[in-house]
């Protein structure tokens, strides 16, 4: 049980592709975060907003595009995407951005063909 | 560059003995310090928290944080199958947007 859903769980998607993955927090956080999780990797930080204002983009290419319309929703838009863009993405919330704990959804697994 | 090292494993134990995973970090200015639990195909879940010197202890879990040497580790007693997951080590420098994870120690508990 997550208080973090996450959809789609998994999604298979050409290079020509657009697509979205979609996460929902019932936590009542005010953080959220993108990570990619690749294999034999640590987990990448790639956005994180706090009160719907995006704070950090860790050099994430364009074609990953974050979108978050309120606190409770955050999305990653994603289009032409590469093969090594092959991964999990997960997403995450916290209360806030200052020293607090995250809790994750269940992911999405992204495969790019 | 902010670094978390952690062995990557497998580490394996027999069921019932004392699995000892260890973690060191390069930021001297890191104020928090957190163990995740991940098992295969699944996302993490956050099993510990630690920001002073010392041990901190929940159930079956000890987490210990040693600030002058730039090391945490997870004690985890009495191990059990189904501890058997893949541990990542996670510290911040300031606040959670700078967290850095290790690659994860995973350990097997033998039956």
């Known amino acids: 049980e997550t208080g973090v859903t996450q959809t789609p769980r998994h999604l298979v998607m050409g290079m020509t592709n657009k697509k979205s993955l979609k996460c929902e927090q019932h936590l009542g956080h005010n953080a959220m975060y993108w990570y990619k999780q690749s294999a034999k990797k640590p987990l990448e930080l790639m956005f994180v907003?706090?009160?719907?204002?995006?704070?950090e983009n860790n050099s994430v290419p364009s074609r990953f595009s974050p979108e978050c319309p309120n606190s409770s929703h955050l999305f990653l838009h994603l289009h032409t995407l590469q093969p090594e863009d092959s991964a999990l993405y997960l997403c995450?919330?916290?209360?806030?951005?200052?020293?607090?704990?995250?809790?994750f959804g269940q992911g999405t697994r992204l495969t790019v063909v | 560059q902010k670094e978390v090292e952690q062995n990557s494993g497998p580490l394996s134990v027999p069921e019932g003995a004392i699995a000892s995973l260890n973690c060191t970090y390069s930021?001297?200015?890191?104020?928090?310090f957190f163990w995740y639990r991940q098992y295969s195909g699944k996302s993490p879940e956050l099993i510990m928290s630690?920001?002073?010197?010392g041990d901190k202890e929940d159930g079956r879990f000890t987490a210990q944080l040693n600030k002058a040497s730039q090391y945490v580790s997870l004690l985890i007693r009495d191990s059990q199958p189904s501890d058997s997951a893949t541990y990542l080590c996670?510290?911040?420098?300031?606040?959670?947007?700078?967290?850095?994870f290790g690659i994860g120690t995973k350990l097997q508990v033998i039956p």
């Open positions: 630690i920001y002073s010197n």
């Open positions: 907003y706090n009160f719907k204002e995006q704070t």
């Open positions: 930021d001297r200015g890191s104020q928090s």
């Open positions: 996670a510290v911040s420098s300031g606040g959670y947007q700078k967290v850095t």
């Open positions: 995450a919330s916290s209360r806030d951005t200052l020293n607090t704990e995250a809790f």
